[in-house]
């Protein structure tokens, strides 16, 4: 790994030394060498490669170019076949215009983004460019579909990796709304009004991060706190019995089992000839049990953690309960 032993000042006074690491896509946010520079108001190398990277993207050239590539490619296919089977024909070459006309301006695109790239960078280098950097808390929350990271000034941007839920002190790019490193809070946070989340509890900050997770497996598991408590005491409540098989429903008092440890999850495909769609089923599975959930629990399932799963014979999944908050 290469090393740089500059940052920059993202408000054009100078710059400061700060040892980080050049490789934008192993940008690791809570670096702290990155927290570290931030915490100054300096960009380091990688942050500063991320940020331009997204500022000047070539991707419509790239786009154009490839497509022009593959058509050229297929073109040459077949008048080489042609040529073997002895029927080629001069007038056939006319068809490469129609790849030129998506390469030559593919190729133009590229060109002009990345050399505006390059003089964006040595403006923020010399000190010619302020680069607006803010600080705030916020907090990895559930929005129904997954895990983002919200602040007061709204949701920020995340490249190259997915943070664990919980509470952070964000350090972000305000043009783009990007964050460029995170510090979590383990312990105490300061109370924040920030609807979706936690912060508003005053809890600290790991039991935030585990609640979260708590709440997004509720949520898409169809269970409430409520519920979560009478199966903790060996019960089943009125509305999950409901939903429990005939033959389970009839039974008095269903008994609960209750597993512990990680839990993995995984997908099967049961797609068939008689179905003109992919068919995919989801599952959890823990010590060799498995239970069918949505595909939206599958993304609120955080890996790495035990939990406690209360469910019935035959394995009908009743609540999951995180006993620890994630590794930030």
Avoid at 202 to 220: K, V
Wanted: proline share 7%.
């Amino acid at each position: 790994m290469n090393y740089q032993q500059s940052s920059y000042n993202v408000g054009g006074g100078g710059t400061q030394e700060a040892r980080t690491r050049v490789n934008p896509r192993a940008l690791q946010l809570n670096d702290p060498a990155l927290v570290a520079a931030n915490e100054q108001g300096l960009l380091t190398p990688e942050q500063l490669a991320m940020l331009a990277n997204r500022k000047y993207t070539p991707a419509g050239g790239c786009v154009a170019l490839m497509f022009g590539i593959i058509l050229a490619l297929c073109i040459s296919a077949t008048l080489i076949t042609e040529a073997v089977q002895g029927q080629f024909n001069p007038a056939y070459l006319s068809a490469y215009a129609f790849p030129l006309i998506l390469c030559v301006p593919g190729w133009l695109v590229i060109s002009v983004r990345m050399a505006a790239r390059k003089r964006f960078i040595k403006r923020v280098t010399d000190g010619g460019y302020f680069f607006p950097l803010e600080r705030a808390q916020g907090e990895v929350a559930w929005n129904g579909r997954r895990y983002v990271p919200r602040t007061p000034a709204g949701v920020l941007r995340i490249t190259g990796q997915n943070l664990p839920p919980g509470p952070y002190h964000f350090y972000y790019a305000r043009e783009q709304m990007l964050a460029l490193s995170v510090r979590p809070i383990h312990t105490d946070t300061q109370m924040l009004a920030l609807p979706g989340t936690l912060a508003a509890t005053g809890l600290p900050g790991d039991e935030q991060a585990r609640l979260t997770i708590q709440h997004a497996l509720c949520q898409t598991l169809a269970f409430t706190l409520s519920d979560l408590d009478t199966n903790r005491q060996g019960f089943v409540t009125r509305k999950q019995a409901r939903k429990l098989p005939r033959k389970l429903r009839r039974s008095t008092s269903p008994i609960v089992q209750t597993l512990t440890g990680e839990i993995r999850f995984f997908s099967e495909n049961h797609s068939s000839p008689e179905k003109d769609y992919e068919d995919y089923v989801y599952y959890f599975e823990i010590s060799r049990v498995r239970f069918e959930v949505p595909a939206t629990a599958t993304r609120a399932l955080v890996s790495g953690i035990p939990y406690h799963v209360y469910y019935v014979l035959p394995g009908q999944l009743l609540s999951v309960e995180p006993l620890t908050a994630p590794a930030r």
